[in-house]
């Protein structure tokens, strides 16, 4: 028996009003949240580098900025 494999698209539309009020760009708004589920151990490296569309050397660096250790692969 074979594994099916489920792509599933979700959008999240976020107002300019968020936006304006957080002083973000929607690059900058994608990074907080890619940052948040990696720290929250909800994604990988890989995974949310791309979540925040940064290669994973550029990522790791964002999150050497926050002081945020890197685990590799580690997800719940």
Known sequence: ?????????M???I?????TTTRMTDAEMRQ???VMLFH?????LA?????ALMN????????A????PVHYDKVM
Not at 65 to 68: A, G, P, T, V, W
């Open 1 to 9: 028996m074979g594994v099916i494999e489920m792509n599933v698209l």
């Open 11 to 13: 959008s999240i539309i």
């Open 15 to 19: 107002p300019d009003e968020i936006l």
């Open 32 to 34: 907080e949240i890619a």
């Open 40 to 44: 929250k151990e909800k994604l990988t």
């Open 47 to 51: 995974q949310a580098s791309r979540f």
């Open 56 to 63: 994973r050397i550029a990522f790791q660096h964002l999150l």
């Open 65 to 68: 900025s926050r002081q945020i």
